[in-house]
């Protein structure tokens, strides 16, 4: 077989003129980069076919990223209000009330 029949992409009849989604659809090539985080995901999805991991990555992904700017906001947020509230907690606050809690 040759190489070139391996490469859908130069074949015209790989393309449809119908497809059964309005969505848009990517292609993507199995680069060491993808093939390393596609090795990953199936370590945490076993027995998905490589193209069901895509998905499942491209989403853990876009979770994480937003949990990561949520945290980001959070940590920023109590950067700022830090020491904001000097007299809140007069000296020796924190022994008393460790004093309080059960040994």
Do not use: C
Not at 28 to 38: N, P, Q, W, Y
Not at 45 to 74: C, M, Y
């Amino acid at each position: 077989m040759s190489s070139r029949a391996l490469v859908h992409h130069q074949n015209a009849r790989w393309y449809h003129l119908f497809m059964p989604t309005s969505r848009r659809r990517y292609q993507v090539t199995e680069t060491e980069d993808v093939a390393r985080a596609l090795d990953e995901a199936a370590k945490h999805w076993p027995n998905e076919p490589r193209s069901r991991l895509i998905v499942r990555t491209i989403t853990a992904g876009g979770e994480a990223l937003v949990k990561d700017a949520a945290l980001d906001i959070r940590l920023a947020t109590l950067k700022r209000l830090q020491g904001s509230y000097p007299d809140a907690y007069g000296p020796g606050y924190l022994e008393t009330l460790r004093a309080d809690w059960p040994a």
